[in-house]
């Protein structure tokens, strides 16, 4: 167990809805990234957060958009699904910027 | 996004015997690797980590070797064991950057 949690751990929903992914870092981290990985393809940075502020951004599209709250924990919204939206969502944390980051389980998004 | 690849995809070892995965990068401002593996289902796991100002760390049963005179991350595995199969993912962040830049993995299978 890597300390992140993430909720839900599945989602289905129909195309052009829009769904909200939770993610809890680590207790004491300070950082949040989004991920995103399609069937058999690598992890594709969407966005990053450092004490409730973004920092750095991938490709995220402009239907995507997500927070870190006070309480560190951090939300990705998603809007307009499409089906190519399916795929894996995973949250990592880190303690700081640029040292390891420790991924959750990851949210399974099924858009139909 | 910044150009993190691996040369082998697909990677079989029989039970015992060591694995090498490899993985170039391109960014030669790159500061920090990370080796992750990734079991089905689950998010990535930190294996190992290395710094541009060294060229070997060594782990428990694991090794990464770095050269950046060719940009060119290596990870040994020994004794190599079915709970190794996975897919594994070197992970590149810049000094100016964030962001972890992934590859697209190697699946190692291990060959009873």
């Known amino acids: 167990d890597s300390g992140v949690t993430q909720t839900p751990k599945h989602l289905i929903t129909a195309t052009g809805q829009r769904v909200t992914l939770r993610c809890s870092p680590r207790s004491g981290d300070l950082s949040v990234y989004w991920y995103q990985q399609s069937l058999d393809q690598g992890l594709q940075f969407l966005i990053q957060?450092?004490?409730?502020?973004?920092?750095a951004k991938g490709n995220i599209l402009e239907r995507f958009s997500a927070q870190q709250f006070p309480d560190l924990h951090s939300e990705l919204n998603l809007s307009s699904l499409e089906l190519g939206d399916s795929a894996l969502y995973f949250c990592?944390?880190?303690?700081?910027?640029?040292?390891?980051?420790?991924f959750g389980q990851g949210t399974r998004l099924t858009v139909v | 996004g910044e150009s993190v690849g691996l040369h082998l995809p697909t990677l079989s070892v029989q039970e015992g015997d060591n694995s090498i995965i490899n993985c170039a990068y391109s960014n030669s401002a790159s500061d920090y690797f990370i080796w992750y593996k990734q079991e089905s289902g689950k998010g990535p796991q930190f294996i190992i980590d290395?710094?541009?100002?060294?060229d070997k760390r060594q782990g428990q049963r694991v090794t990464v070797l770095l050269n950046k005179t060719v940009k060119h991350l290596s990870l040994q595995i020994a004794a190599t064991q079915p709970g190794d199969s996975a897919v594994y993912f070197c992970?590149?962040?810049?000094?100016?950057?964030?962001?972890?830049?992934f590859g697209t993995g190697t699946s190692l299978t291990v060959i009873p």
């Open positions: 957060y450092y004490n409730g502020e973004e920092r």
């Open positions: 992970a590149e962040i810049l000094k100016t950057g964030n962001q972890f830049y």
């Open positions: 990592a944390s880190s303690v700081g910027e640029g040292v390891q980051a420790f």
């Open positions: 290395i710094r541009s100002n060294m």
